[in-house]
């Protein structure tokens, strides 16, 4: 085998797995496609110690870390085929390498399908967001939006309530029994209509504009994506994956592997709900006993 471990996706879980790998000396191989699922944000709240910093600033900080560290390559490309061989792994690279390894970490994340409303895609990771522990402080008080898309949506307008005025935005939807009241309680308003597009200089929002002309100004917009995974190579090699609340979720243990021995997923693809945070952890745990599966068997 090339290497001990072979990490598909450089990500914050992929490169927390492949930093403890190596403090482990272990012989690691990063492949990543350089397409993080929060690129489109400026800021990341929440990560201690990186409160506010650029996504891109502290990826690039880890990745500098880690290439400290003897053992680790890094190679920067998309993984287009994966399959179990022998007792190990091996991943294709669109340009034709192949990477062997006696293990595998999936850490190449989601990628979110927005609702097609115009104005809605420029300003994803900006002022149209997801979570409001990631981005809520920041548009504290002022008038928030929930864009209905499942029947949790309404859960999700209750919890932004606590940042600021909240309008639930049904798009046409119909509340379930019950929820009106649940919405009521919370301070949460709701309007029916159909949304026809945003408004607002570059990505900073304004408003949203209805289909009969109306417009409700708003000045952040949440919204629950449809995502799905970013790579098709988990489907490939045969793991068990689970209908999540916004999409699918790779099945894993306590330990973060699949239900392909040897082979672990980490990050938002093998979770729910999603943060930085998580990402970090799960990476640390996946790569933690990846290695003690590397030392005492399994």
């Not at 991943?91 to 970490?105: D, F, N, P, Q, T």
């Not at 933690?288 to 030392?295: C, D, E, N, Y």
Request: proline share 6%; charged share 20%; aromatic share 6%.
């Amino acid at each position: 085998m090339q290497h001990d471990v072979v990490i598909v996706g450089g990500a914050f879980a992929g490169l927390a797995a492949a930093t403890y790998l190596a403090r482990a000396r272990r012989r690691v191989c990063v492949i990543d496609a350089g397409q993080p699922r929060n690129r489109f944000a400026p800021a990341s709240h929440g990560f201690l110690g990186s409160d506010g910093s650029e996504p891109s600033s502290i990826l690039a900080r880890a990745r500098a870390q880690l290439a400290g560290y003897p053992g680790v390559t890094f190679i920067e490309g998309e993984a287009s085929e994966a399959t179990v061989r022998g007792d190990g792994f091996a991943v294709s690279l669109a340009g034709g390498e192949e990477i062997a390894a006696r293990k595998a970490i999936l850490a190449f994340g989601l990628r979110d399908e927005l609702q097609p409303i115009p104005g809605l895609q420029e300003r994803w990771g900006r002022t149209v967001l997801h979570c409001p522990y990631c981005h809520g402080f920041e548009f504290s008080d002022r008038r928030l939006g929930v864009l209905f898309r499942t029947p949790l949506s309404v859960h999700q307008a209750c919890l932004v309530a606590e940042w600021g005025p909240t309008t639930l935005f049904l798009n046409g939807a119909a509340l379930a029994p019950g929820d009106a009241e649940r919405l009521a309680r919370h301070g949460v308003t709701v309007e029916p209509g159909r949304v026809a597009r945003l408004l607002g200089e570059g990505s900073a929002l304004s408003g949203a504009e209805f289909e009969d002309g109306r417009v409700a100004e708003l000045a952040a917009l949440y919204v629950a994506p449809q995502s799905c995974l970013a790579s098709p190579i988990a489907e490939r090699l045969g793991v068990a994956i689970d209908d999540g609340p916004a999409g699918p979720i790779i099945r894993t243990d306590a330990d973060k592997m699949t239900s392909v021995p040897g082979l672990y997923a980490a990050g938002d693809i093998a979770r729910a709900p999603h943060s930085v945070s998580w990402a970090v952890a799960d990476g640390v745990t996946a790569g933690t006993s990846l290695h003690r599966a590397l030392v005492f068997g399994g």
